[in-house]
């Protein structure tokens, strides 16, 4: 199946910087990518849909300054938290939409954020 | 809007069946997926099912009914290594785009 990547798996940060979170699909081109947010023992929450070439689209409720997003190429998205604050701490989870396999999203090993 | 309803957590047996039940409602409903994750990790693929019927993959099943809003997985022989939670995510159209929303998850703890 295809494979997504997430980089870094872990972070922790002082409170006030900011932290890039890359999103790869390693084998196949994403056409359009997920942001997901995962607090414990909830679900997933849609940050952001993001399309190669376009700005991303943000879901109500999530600040599009602070959740800065970028998906410059069929492979590659990132989402960079500016500003971290303790309350940012979570599982932060992208998905990528195969050109051939629309109807499947395939998931990132996420990303776990640690804003001190 | 999308409302996805499951149940929040569920025990079995070792080697039982088990099925865990997903409603929804939602407009422009464009499919309905099941996803597995364990604790710390990410959602893996199940399956998909976007017409009624029953799609069966090995040991796990699923079931749709459109007009029900209503979805089923189903797990057979179940293994210790089947606890985890499973997401129902439904795919409907939000402005303009089909957009998944996943429910809260069932938590399934499986036993000797």
């Known amino acids: 199946g295809a494979v997504v990547s997430q980089h870094p798996s872990r972070v922790i940060c002082k409170s006030g910087t900011s932290v890039k979170i890359e999103c790869r699909s390693l084998?196949?081109?994403?056409?359009?990518m997920f942001w997901y947010r995962q607090f414990p023992k909830q679900s997933l929450m849609l940050m952001a849909t993001?399309?190669?070439?376009?700005?991303?689209?943000?879901e109500q409720g999530v600040e599009k300054d602070k959740f800065l997003i970028n998906h410059a190429s069929l492979t590659l998205s990132t989402l960079t938290v500016t500003s971290a604050h303790p309350e940012d701490s979570s599982f932060y989870i992208c998905s990528a939409t195969n050109r051939e396999a629309k109807e499947t999203q395939y998931f990132g090993p996420g990303t776990r954020l640690l804003v001190l | 809007g999308q409302n996805i309803d499951q149940p929040t957590e569920m025990t079995a047996t070792e080697g039982a069946i088990v099925q865990i039940n997903c409603t929804y409602q939602t407009s422009g409903f464009n499919g309905l997926f099941w996803y597995q994750q364990h604790a710390g990790e990410a959602p893996t693929f199940l399956s998909y099912n976007v017409l009624d019927g029953l799609e069966e993959k090995g040991r796990f099943s699923s079931f749709l009914s459109r007009s029900k809003g209503y979805s089923y997985l189903l797990l057979k022989e179940l293994q210790m290594k089947d606890s985890a939670s499973y997401l129902c995510?439904?795919?409907?159209?939000?402005?303009?785009?089909?957009?998944?929303?996943f429910g809260r998850g069932t938590s399934l703890i499986v036993h000797p």
């Open positions: 993001s399309n190669e070439g376009s700005k991303a689209t943000y």
């Open positions: 995510a439904v795919r409907g159209l939000t402005g303009g785009s089909y957009i998944p929303t």
């Open positions: 084998d196949f081109q994403a056409t359009t």
